[in-house]
Structure formats: structure tokens, C-alpha cells
């Protein structure tokens, strides 16, 4: 299967928290059905990326996904998951732009600001939209390893329902000790889509450095 676009990232971090399915319903199109964990509580991804290599260069991004079951795709390989990406955001309008018209992602029209804090015990990610914060997100690690991780992305394109396979590789911890932490702010970009409560700390925390993004052709199902 042809590669369409590869992203090269210094770091890149994706966590995992309880949201109102009722939220999750309201965010997906009919043929998806959210992941629940427990009884009415689905699964929010947060993940946010520090690209350092692209065609258009450097630049961060944000994005926002319901997480639903992976379907059997033609490349026949099982992927570990599935992700709706119903926001994104990004610091770079030609990036904003190229990944909207290959993906038909969601994203918001204005640039975002972004700090990637990191030490040896943790990475915090601060976001910005203009002058007031949107997502201030912390995540410790487990052990490292080096691993590729495959995924499916589900996008709309009017009535049209698309999947892309997404190879994420790199050096990578996962764990669910929950020591990682999120603020949400009441800012108009997470507001107008996160009307219920988001847990603040993520049952599921990843932490990826020094990989590449990988996206494949669209599949239309």
C-alpha cells in the first residue's frame, strides 16, 4: 500500500481518558461506535506532536479522537486500534492545509502555540490559541523500547467514509500508572466539542521520540 505523507518527530506523546460517551456518540458518524471502559464512558485521545522534518517544516500539532474499534483493513495486517480525529490544530497554516485536503482532518482555522517541557521523568505539553491556553498535558514514562505501531484513522469526507492505515515507529513507553495529568481550559476551541466532563488524568499514557509518522492511501469503506 503507497505511502502518502511521512512526518519525521522529535516527540510525540498520546493519553488516554474517560469521556461521556454521550459526548463520543455525538462526535462520530453512524457506522463507528465508540470504545467504552466502563458503563456510559468511552475513550478521548489527546495526542500532540513535535515534528521537526515534514515539507513544510517544523511545526507542532494537536488532535483530538474518539477511540473505536479497527476494522479489518486490505493490507492484512490487524491494527491495535482506531481513532476518529473529530479537532486538530496546528502551528502551521501550509501544514494545516496539506494534511486537510490528503486527510480530511478537522482542523481549526487559526494556528496554535505550543511548549514541549521535557526531562528525564516527564514531558509537559502547554498549547496555546492566541493569547489563552487550550491543553496543559503531562506525561511520565515506563520502560523504553524501540517499536512501529499500527493504526487506523477514520475521516469523513462529506457522505464519503475513509480510513487510512498509520504507521507510528520510533522509540516508545507505554503504562497505566496514572501519574499523568491534563487541563482542559474553557477555551473555544475544546469547549464547543467537550460539553461533559474529561477525566483529568489519563488512564493510558504513551510517549514516543526520535520516530516517524506514516500515513497511508485513503481507503474509501
Not at 493519553?15 to 457506522?31: E, I, S
Not at 515534528?51 to 473505536?68: A, H, K, Q, R, W
Not at 497554516?93 to 478537522?106: G, N, Q, S, V, Y
Request: charged share 20%; proline share 6%; glycine share 6%.
Amino acid at each position: 500500500m503507497s505511502v502518502v505523507g511521512s512526518y519525521r518527530f522529535h516527540t510525540g506523546v498520546s493519553a488516554f481518558f474517560d469521556m461521556a460517551t454521550a459526548d463520543a456518540r455525538a462526535l462520530l458518524p453512524g457506522h463507528l461506535e465508540p470504545i467504552e471502559v466502563t458503563h456510559q464512558r468511552s475513550v478521548l485521545s489527546v495526542t500532540a506532536f513535535l515534528f521537526d522534518d515534514s515539507v513544510v517544516g517544523p511545526y507542532t500539532e494537536l488532535m483530538f479522537s474518539v477511540v473505536v474499534p479497527p476494522t479489518v483493513a486490505q493490507w492484512g495486517k490487524h491494527a491495535k486500534a482506531g481513532f476518529f480525529p473529530f479537532l486538530a490544530a496546528t502551528s502551521s497554516k501550509e501544514a494545516r492545509r496539506i494534511k486537510a485536503e490528503r486527510f480530511h482532518f478537522p482542523y481549526h482555522k487559526d494556528s496554535i502555540d505550543a511548549q514541549f517541557i521535557e526531562t528525564d521523568d516527564s514531558v509537559r505539553i502547554r498549547i496555546f490559541g492566541g493569547d489563552a491556553p487550550i491543553v496543559d498535558l503531562s506525561i511520565t514514562p515506563g520502560a523504553w523500547e524501540t517499536t512501529t505501531h499500527l493504526l487506523q484513522g477514520f475521516m469523513m469526507n462529506g457522505d464519503e467514509r475513509l480510513r487510512t492505515l498509520l504507521q507510528i515507529s520510533g522509540d516508545y513507553t507505554v503504562h497505566e500508572n496514572e501519574e499523568g495529568r491534563m487541563t482542559l481550559f474553557p477555551h473555544p476551541i475544546v469547549a464547543d466539542v467537550l460539553r461533559h466532563e474529561v477525566s483529568p488524568q489519563p488512564f493510558r499514557e504513551h510517549w514516543f521520540k526520535n520516530g516517524t509518522e506514516v500515513f497511508h492511501m485513503l481507503e474509501t469503506i
